[in-house]
């Protein structure tokens, strides 16, 4: 009985050999019609974790320090604030582009021809997050009320915790089907990694050298990036 059936079984199948119809081409469009091709969803190796975290923390802490560098070249030439802030703002695009870079050598690695626009996103996205936080300090330099410079930082902190993993959100999801927890992930990683950049200067006292500033900002900046490099590694093996 169920020899008989295996014989139908194979019988019902097409004789590739003696049907002309059943050529290569055939077969091809056969499978490429089950199974459609998505370049942006081939995956060519595992997401390597560790290689992301000692990239990351590379590129991060070198980029780090092109805006801490631009901070400290405007506060000894005493630029007027809209300028200062101007200035560190865009040299934060080079801590985003490092950072990007570092990210996207690993996610090229994952994803097949993953987009390099992944650096430009991050480049313009750490830009704008460094103008909103040069934000209320340059307002009260300029005079405003404490109160103003609050609402200042206070309004704009979604917008400087979201412009980075919001602008490479618009690459990612072209590659992975659920791209938007990369936005919840990176954000709150950011939220944890940030408070090294506020705390180290802060204790700086006002007659602080050269040197003692160059070492604290670039602690602080490295304790930055391994909270950074940690986290959304995590979280983008978790995607």
């Not at 985003?96 to 430009?120: P, V, Y």
């Amino acid at each position: 009985m169920r020899a008989s059936s295996i014989g139908a079984r194979f019988s019902a199948l097409p004789d590739v050999e003696g049907d002309s119809e059943m050529d290569d081409a055939q077969l091809v469009a056969t499978v490429v019609a089950a199974k459609p091709f998505q370049p942006g969803a081939t995956r060519m190796v595992g997401f390597r974790r560790r290689s992301w975290f000692f990239r990351v923390l590379l590129g991060e802490t070198a980029g780090f320090v092109v805006p801490g560098l631009a901070w400290f070249a405007v506060w000894k030439a005493v630029l007027p604030p809209p300028g200062a802030a101007a200035i560190v703002a865009l040299s934060g695009a080079a801590e985003g582009a490092a950072l990007g870079i570092a990210q996207w050598l690993t996610l090229r690695e994952w994803h097949a021809g993953f987009s390099r626009t992944w650096i430009l996103a991050s480049a313009a996205g750490a830009s704008v997050a460094w103008a909103c936080g040069m934000t209320p300090s340059t307002a009260h330099d300029l005079g405003s009320p404490t109160w103003l410079s609050i609402a200042f930082g206070v309004s704009l902190a979604p917008v400087l915790l979201l412009s980075l993993p919001g602008a490479q959100w618009l690459v990612l999801r072209r590659y992975v089907p659920k791209a938007w927890k990369w936005v919840i992930w990176s954000t709150a990683g950011w939220l944890l990694a940030l408070p090294p950049t506020f705390i180290g200067p802060a204790i700086l006292p006002s007659d602080a050298s050269s040197l003692q500033i160059a070492v604290t900002w670039a602690i602080s900046g490295m304790a930055m990036a391994a909270i950074v490099a940690a986290f959304t590694g995590y979280a983008m093996s978790r995607i």
